[in-house]
C-alpha cells in the first residue's frame, strides 16, 4: 500500500553536498583506508528555574500599605479582564482546518456553503495543485477562475502549482476531428509563458521547465486484452482497431508518468501540504461553475460515512487516504481527468497507477476493461475512502477566438451513471480468448530521449527528530530463501549502530516465494544452500531480537511477469558473441535477466515507500540498500562512509560525467565488479539523494526511455546513466565490496567464484563503447 506521511512544519534540513573547492588534492578514494573521527550526536541539557523566595518581618504599617496597593491593583486586573471578555464574545469565533475523522469532526456544511479557513501563524495552510498534459492543449482561464481562485478564497493560505506539461505538438486519441478542434488556437505557445501567466495571478509555481513526450511507452499485453473487451466483433477484426487501443493505453501510461513527476515537484518543495487539499488535473479541463472548494476540503479531513456495502476497497485501516471524485463520466470506474486527495494519500494517488503499469499488475477479468475500470481497481488496493460528486464535473475545451469553450459533446451530456453500483456489472468478452492482430507496425516511431527528472532530488518527507537523533535508514531487498542476514549484522548493520550512533530503521522488501536464480548451471555450493528462513516474520523477529527497528510488517509481492521493453533486451544482447545471438535461448535467458532488473526496480520504490511511511528525519544520519544474499569480507568502516556522505571529497572534473544539478547528492558505491557502469548489488546515498536512488531505476522502466546505444548494454551501465541524470555524485571505493554467499550447514560462505576482485576502472570505464552498437539486432523466440 502506498502512502504518502505529511511531514512536520519543523524539518532539518538537509546539507548540500558540493565537492570541497578548498581541498589544496584530490582525495583518493580507492586507496583511502584512514578512519574519521565519529560524528558527535549534539545533547540538550533541560535546566529548570528556581524561585528563592526571602522572607522578612514587617511591622503594621507596612502591612497595612501592602493590603492596599494589592487591593488597587486587583481593581483595575478586573477591569481589564471584563472589558476583555465583553470584546472578545462580540467577536465571531476563528475557524481553523477540519480535523480528521479520529479527532473531533467539524459540524457538517451545506453544499453551497463556503469555507474560509485561517491559518495559524505556526503552521498556514498550503495546497498543491498539478496540472498535466500537453502545451497545446493547456487552458488556464478556466482553472484560475473556478478551481484555483476558489482554493485561495475558500481556503486561505499559498497555492504551489506543478506544470507537468510537454511541449510536443498535440495528440489525439480520437482520429475524428470535430469543428471545434479543428478551430483550436492554442493559449500559449512557450512553457514560460504559461508560468509567468500563473505567477502574474499571485500563484506560486514550483516546476522550472517542460517534460519530455514520452514517444512510445511500453504497454504489457494483459492491459491491452482488457481495453479490448469493450469491442465489437466487427472491431475484432480490424487490425486498425487494435492500433488504436495501442494508442489508448499509451496514453494511459503516460498519465501515470506524469503522475510520478507530480509527486516528485510536490516532494521537492519540502512544504507541508497536511492542513490543505492535493489536487490533479489533465491540461484540457474546465468546470461549469465556481467548485465549492469548501465542501471538499471538508470531506477531505472529515469524510461522511459511507455505505459499508458500497466500500468495495481492498485495504481498510484507520486514518485511510481520501479522495473527491467526480460522480458523473465514470465509465463504470473512476473518472481520469481528475481529483482531489487529502494529503495523506498523495503519495499513494500519483505512484500506484505507475507501479500498476511497471509490474504489469494482474488485473481481474471481470472488473477491468477500461482505464477508469483500472484506476478504480488500483486505488481499491490502496484503500481510499471515494467520495463522489456530482459538484464536480470536469469539461474538456477548446480555444476558440481566444476564449475557452466547453467540448460540445460533454457540456450537456453528463452520463451520470449510478457510482456506487456501476463499478460491479461483469466486464463482456471476459471469458473469450482475444487474437490481436497487428496493426500497430504503421504506428511505430522511432524514440526520443524523454527527461523525467524533473527537479532537484527529493528530501525524504519526515518530522524532524527528537533532540537532534541520529537515524540511519537500510533497506535489504530480494527473496527470503537467499536472505543472509548474519554478515549484514556483523559488517553493516552494527557498525552503523556503533560508528554513527542512533537508530537504525531496517525495511525488509523481501517476497515468500521460491528462489529465483538467472544462471541455470547449479553450483556445488548453490546445491547445498539451505534457506535461513522460512517465514518472513522469522527475520522479522531475529533483528528486533538484535535491537533494531523493522519497519516493514509483511512479506513483499513478487512480481511474476514484470514489463520489459524490447531495447532494453536488445541492449543486453550486445554483449554475446557471434553464435550465441543466433539462438533464441540467448534471449530467453536475457528476457528473465531483464524481468529480474525490473523486479529490483520495482523494489526500490518499496523501499522509498517504507522509507517515508516511518515519518523520520534520516538528514543526519545515511541511507543504504543491499541485495538480500550479499555480505562482506571485512566490518564495513561506516565511519568513513557517513563522512564522506556528508562532506564529499572532490573529484576531477574531466571524471564527473553527471548532470551538474543544484543539488548533488553524494552516493558511495563499490568500485570493483562495476562492469563498466555501478555496482548494482547496494550503495550507500544521502538522505538527500534517497527519493532519486530508489526511483530513478524505475522510472526509466516505467517510461521505456531511449537508451544510449554507445553507453547501455548491462543493467549496471543502466544504472549509471540513469543517476548521472539525477546527478549524483560518486565515490567509488574498494573498502566496500559485496560478495553473495550462500548458507551451508548453517553457515554463511561466499560464492567462491565471486571472491575476486575484478576491479575495472570506475572513472574510465563507462567511457568505452559497448560492442555491437551500430548492429540491428532481431529478438530470436521459440
Same mark, same amino acid.
Given at each position: 500500500?502506498?502512502?504518502?506521511?505529511?511531514?512536520?512544519?519543523?524539518?532539518?534540513?538537509?546539507?548540500?553536498?558540493?565537492?570541497?573547492?578548498?581541498?589544496?588534492?584530490?582525495?583518493?578514494?580507492?586507496?583511502?583506508?584512514?578512519?574519521?573521527?565519529?560524528?558527535?550526536?549534539?545533547?540538550?541539557?533541560?535546566?529548570?528555574?528556581?524561585?528563592?523566595?526571602?522572607?522578612?518581618?514587617?511591622?503594621?504599617?507596612?502591612?497595612?500599605?501592602?493590603?492596599?496597593?494589592?487591593?488597587?491593583?486587583?481593581?483595575?486586573?478586573?477591569?481589564?479582564?471584563?472589558?476583555?471578555?465583553?470584546?472578545?464574545?462580540?467577536?465571531?469565533?476563528?475557524?481553523?482546518?477540519?480535523?480528521?475523522?479520529?479527532?473531533?469532526?467539524?459540524?457538517?456544511?451545506?453544499?453551497?456553503?463556503?469555507?474560509?479557513?485561517?491559518?495559524?501563524?505556526?503552521?498556514?495552510?498550503?495546497?498543491?495543485?498539478?496540472?498535466?498534459?500537453?502545451?497545446?492543449?493547456?487552458?488556464?482561464?478556466?482553472?484560475?477562475?473556478?478551481?484555483?481562485?476558489?482554493?485561495?478564497?475558500?481556503?486561505?493560505?499559498?497555492?504551489?502549482?506543478?506544470?507537468?506539461?510537454?511541449?510536443?505538438?498535440?495528440?489525439?486519441?480520437?482520429?475524428?476531428?470535430?469543428?471545434?478542434?479543428?478551430?483550436?488556437?492554442?493559449?500559449?505557445?512557450?512553457?514560460?509563458?504559461?508560468?509567468?501567466?500563473?505567477?502574474?495571478?499571485?500563484?506560486?509555481?514550483?516546476?522550472?521547465?517542460?517534460?519530455?513526450?514520452?514517444?512510445?511507452?511500453?504497454?504489457?499485453?494483459?492491459?491491452?486484452?482488457?481495453?479490448?473487451?469493450?469491442?465489437?466483433?466487427?472491431?475484432?477484426?480490424?487490425?486498425?482497431?487494435?492500433?488504436?487501443?495501442?494508442?489508448?493505453?499509451?496514453?494511459?501510461?503516460?498519465?501515470?508518468?506524469?503522475?510520478?513527476?507530480?509527486?516528485?515537484?510536490?516532494?521537492?518543495?519540502?512544504?507541508?501540504?497536511?492542513?490543505?487539499?492535493?489536487?490533479?488535473?489533465?491540461?484540457?479541463?474546465?468546470?461549469?461553475?465556481?467548485?465549492?472548494?469548501?465542501?471538499?476540503?471538508?470531506?477531505?479531513?472529515?469524510?461522511?460515512?459511507?455505505?459499508?456495502?458500497?466500500?468495495?476497497? /481492498?485495504?481498510? #485501516?484507520?486514518? *485511510? %487516504?481520501?479522495?473527491?471524485?467526480?460522480? &458523473?463520466?465514470?465509465?463504470?470506474? =473512476?473518472? $481520469?481527468?481528475?481529483?482531489?486527495?487529502?494529503?495523506?494519500?498523495?503519495?499513494?494517488?500519483?505512484?500506484?497507477?505507475? /507501479?500498476?503499469? #511497471?509490474?504489469? *499488475? %494482474?488485473?481481474?477479468?471481470?472488473?477491468? &476493461?477500461?482505464?477508469?475500470?483500472? =484506476?478504480? $481497481?488500483?486505488?481499491?488496493?490502496?484503500?481510499?475512502?471515494?467520495?463522489?460528486?456530482?459538484?464536480?464535473?470536469?469539461?474538456?475545451?477548446?480555444?476558440?477566438?481566444?476564449?475557452?469553450?466547453?467540448?460540445?459533446?460533454?457540456?450537456?451530456?453528463?452520463?451520470?451513471?449510478?457510482?456506487?453500483?456501476?463499478?460491479?456489472?461483469?466486464?463482456?468478452?471476459?471469458?473469450?480468448?482475444?487474437?490481436?492482430?497487428?496493426?500497430?507496425?504503421?504506428?511505430?516511431?522511432?524514440?526520443?530521449?524523454?527527461?523525467?527528472?524533473?527537479?532537484?532530488?527529493?528530501?525524504?518527507?519526515?518530522?524532524?527528530?527528537?533532540?537532534?537523533?541520529?537515524?540511519?535508514?537500510?533497506?535489504?531487498?530480494?527473496?527470503?530463501?537467499?536472505?543472509?542476514?548474519?554478515?549484514?549484522?556483523?559488517?553493516?548493520?552494527?557498525?552503523?549502530?556503533?560508528?554513527?550512533?542512533?537508530?537504525?530503521?531496517?525495511?525488509?522488501?523481501?517476497?515468500?516465494?521460491?528462489?529465483?536464480?538467472?544462471?541455470?548451471?547449479?553450483?556445488?555450493?548453490?546445491?547445498?544452500?539451505?534457506?535461513?528462513?522460512?517465514?518472513?516474520?522469522?527475520?522479522?523477529?531475529?533483528?528486533?531480537?538484535?535491537?533494531?527497528?523493522?519497519?516493514?510488517?509483511?512479506?513483499?509481492?513478487?512480481?511474476?511477469?514484470?514489463?520489459?521493453?524490447?531495447?532494453?533486451?536488445?541492449?543486453?544482447?550486445?554483449?554475446?558473441?557471434?553464435?550465441?545471438?543466433?539462438?533464441?535461448?540467448?534471449?530467453?535467458?536475457?528476457?528473465?535477466?531483464?524481468?529480474?532488473?525490473?523486479?529490483?526496480?520495482?523494489?526500490?520504490?518499496?523501499?522509498?515507500?517504507?522509507?517515508?511511511?516511518?515519518?523520520?528525519?534520516?538528514?543526519?544520519?545515511?541511507?543504504?540498500?543491499?541485495?538480500?544474499?550479499?555480505?562482506?569480507?571485512?566490518?564495513?568502516?561506516?565511519?568513513?562512509?557517513?563522512?564522506?556522505?556528508?562532506?564529499?571529497?572532490?573529484?576531477?572534473?574531466?571524471?564527473?560525467?553527471?548532470?551538474?544539478?543544484?543539488?548533488?547528492?553524494?552516493?558511495?558505491?563499490?568500485?570493483?565488479?562495476?562492469?563498466?557502469?555501478?555496482?548494482?548489488?547496494?550503495?550507500?546515498?544521502?538522505?538527500?539523494?534517497?527519493?532519486?536512488?530508489?526511483?530513478?531505476?524505475?522510472?526509466?522502466?516505467?517510461?521505456?526511455?531511449?537508451?544510449?546505444?554507445?553507453?547501455?548494454?548491462?543493467?549496471?551501465?543502466?544504472?549509471?546513466?540513469?543517476?548521472?541524470?539525477?546527478?549524483?555524485?560518486?565515490?567509488?571505493?574498494?573498502?566496500?565490496?559485496?560478495?553473495?554467499?550462500?548458507?551451508?550447514?548453517?553457515?554463511?560462505?561466499?560464492?567462491?567464484?565471486?571472491?575476486?576482485?575484478?576491479?575495472?576502472?570506475?572513472?574510465?570505464?563507462?567511457?568505452?563503447?559497448?560492442?555491437?552498437?551500430?548492429?540491428?539486432?532481431?529478438?530470436?523466440?521459440?
Amino acid at each position: 500500500m502506498l502512502r504518502h506521511t505529511p511531514k512536520s512544519t519543523s524539518t532539518t534540513p538537509t546539507p548540500t553536498p558540493t565537492a570541497a573547492s578548498n581541498r589544496s588534492s584530490y582525495t583518493d578514494i580507492e586507496t583511502n583506508t584512514g578512519k574519521t573521527d565519529k560524528p558527535i550526536t549534539p545533547s540538550r541539557s533541560k535546566s529548570r528555574n528556581h524561585y528563592h523566595h526571602t522572607t522578612t518581618p514587617m511591622g503594621p504599617g507596612a502591612i497595612l500599605s501592602r493590603l492596599l496597593g494589592v487591593g488597587i491593583y486587583t481593581v483595575i486586573i478586573v477591569q481589564f479582564m471584563l472589558a476583555f471578555i465583553v470584546e472578545k464574545q462580540q467577536q465571531p469565533p476563528p475557524q481553523t482546518a477540519p480535523q480528521r475523522r479520529d479527532q473531533e469532526a467539524a459540524a457538517p456544511l451545506d453544499n453551497n456553503q463556503e469555507v474560509a479557513v485561517a491559518s495559524s501563524t505556526n503552521t498556514p495552510i498550503t495546497s498543491f495543485v498539478c496540472i498535466n498534459g500537453q502545451l497545446e492543449r493547456l487552458e488556464l482561464d478556466n482553472k484560475i477562475e473556478n478551481l484555483l481562485n476558489p482554493i485561495k478564497e475558500q481556503i486561505g493560505g499559498n497555492i504551489d502549482i506543478a506544470l507537468i506539461i510537454t511541449e510536443n505538438k498535440a495528440i489525439y486519441t480520437k482520429a475524428k476531428i470535430s469543428e471545434q478542434r479543428a478551430q483550436h488556437q492554442p493559449q500559449f505557445t512557450k512553457y514560460h509563458e504559461a508560468v509567468d501567466y500563473l505567477t502574474s495571478k499571485g500563484f506560486n509555481v514550483v516546476s522550472n521547465g517542460p517534460v519530455e513526450h514520452a514517444k512510445d511507452p511500453n504497454v504489457y499485453k494483459e492491459y491491452l486484452w482488457r481495453l479490448a473487451q469493450l469491442a465489437g466483433d466487427k472491431k475484432l477484426k480490424d487490425p486498425e482497431f487494435f492500433a488504436y487501443d495501442k494508442r489508448r493505453a499509451q496514453n494511459h501510461v503516460r498519465q501515470a508518468i506524469s503522475g510520478e513527476l507530480c509527486y516528485r515537484h510536490m516532494a521537492a518543495t519540502g512544504t507541508d501540504y497536511s492542513k490543505g487539499i492535493v489536487t490533479r488535473w489533465r491540461d484540457d479541463v474546465g468546470f461549469l461553475k465556481e467548485l465549492p472548494i469548501g465542501q471538499f476540503f471538508k470531506w477531505l479531513h472529515d469524510p461522511p460515512p459511507v455505505d459499508p456495502e458500497y466500500d468495495l476497497a /481492498v485495504v481498510k #485501516t484507520e486514518n *485511510r %487516504p481520501t479522495m473527491v471524485t467526480p460522480y &458523473c463520466r465514470n465509465w463504470q470506474g =473512476l473518472n $481520469d481527468r481528475g481529483a482531489f486527495v487529502h494529503p495523506d494519500g498523495a503519495y499513494a494517488y500519483f505512484m500506484s497507477p505507475m /507501479v500498476s503499469f #511497471t509490474r504489469a *499488475r %494482474p488485473l481481474p477479468k471481470d472488473r477491468v &476493461c477500461n482505464h477508469e475500470r483500472f =484506476l478504480r $481497481d488500483t486505488y481499491n488496493q490502496e484503500g481510499f475512502l471515494f467520495i463522489p460528486t456530482k459538484d464536480l464535473y470536469p469539461v474538456p475545451m477548446f480555444r476558440n477566438d481566444g476564449k475557452g469553450v466547453f467540448r460540445e459533446d460533454e457540456k450537456d451530456n453528463t452520463l451520470c451513471r449510478v457510482w456506487w453500483k456501476s463499478y460491479r456489472p461483469d466486464c463482456p468478452r471476459q471469458d473469450e480468448e482475444i487474437i490481436f492482430l497487428d496493426g500497430s507496425s504503421s504506428e511505430q516511431q522511432s524514440s526520443q530521449q524523454q527527461q523525467i527528472a524533473a527537479t532537484q532530488p527529493v528530501k525524504p518527507q519526515a518530522a524532524a527528530a527528537e533532540d537532534g537523533e541520529i537515524r540511519s535508514f537500510v533497506c535489504i531487498n530480494g527473496q527470503l530463501e537467499r536472505l543472509e542476514l548474519d554478515n549484514k549484522l556483523e559488517n553493516l548493520l552494527i557498525p552503523i549502530r556503533e560508528d554513527i550512533g542512533g537508530t537504525v530503521d531496517i525495511a525488509l522488501v523481501v517476497s515468500e516465494n521460491q528462489a529465483l536464480y538467472t544462471k541455470v548451471k547449479v553450483s556445488d555450493q548453490r546445491a547445498k544452500h539451505k534457506a535461513v528462513f522460512d517465514h518472513y516474520y522469522e527475520a522479522v523477529e531475529y533483528l528486533t531480537k538484535q535491537g533494531f527497528n523493522v519497519v516493514s510488517t509483511e512479506p513483499s509481492p513478487h512480481s511474476v511477469d514484470p514489463m520489459v521493453y524490447p531495447e532494453y533486451e536488445i541492449r543486453l544482447a550486445q554483449l554475446a558473441n557471434d553464435k550465441n545471438i543466433k539462438t533464441a535461448y540467448l534471449f530467453e535467458r536475457n528476457h528473465k535477466r531483464a524481468q529480474n532488473h525490473v523486479r529490483q526496480a520495482i523494489s526500490g520504490e518499496s523501499c522509498y515507500r517504507h522509507m517515508m511511511e516511518t515519518g523520520h528525519d534520516y538528514s543526519r544520519g545515511i541511507v543504504s540498500r543491499w541485495r538480500d544474499d550479499v555480505g562482506f569480507e571485512h566490518r564495513l568502516d561506516v565511519a568513513s562512509f557517513h563522512a564522506w556522505l556528508h562532506d564529499p571529497p572532490a573529484i576531477k572534473p574531466e571524471q564527473d560525467l553527471a548532470e551538474k544539478k543544484p543539488f548533488r547528492p553524494t552516493m558511495v558505491t563499490p568500485y570493483c565488479r562495476n562492469w563498466n557502469g555501478l555496482n548494482d548489488r547496494g550503495a550507500f546515498v544521502h538522505p538527500g539523494g534517497a527519493y532519486a536512488y530508489f526511483m530513478a531505476p524505475l522510472n526509466v522502466f516505467s517510461a521505456a526511455m531511449p537508451l544510449p546505444s554507445k553507453r547501455i548494454c548491462n543493467f549496471e551501465r543502466l544504472l549509471r546513466w540513469a543517476y548521472n541524470r539525477e546527478g549524483f555524485y560518486y565515490i567509488p571505493t574498494r573498502q566496500l565490496y559485496p560478495v553473495p554467499m550462500y548458507n551451508v550447514n548453517g553457515t554463511g560462505v561466499f560464492r567462491e567464484e565471486e571472491l575476486k576482485l575484478m576491479c575495472l576502472s570506475f572513472w574510465n570505464s563507462y567511457s568505452v563503447d559497448c560492442p555491437r552498437n551500430n548492429e540491428t539486432i532481431t529478438i530470436l523466440r521459440d
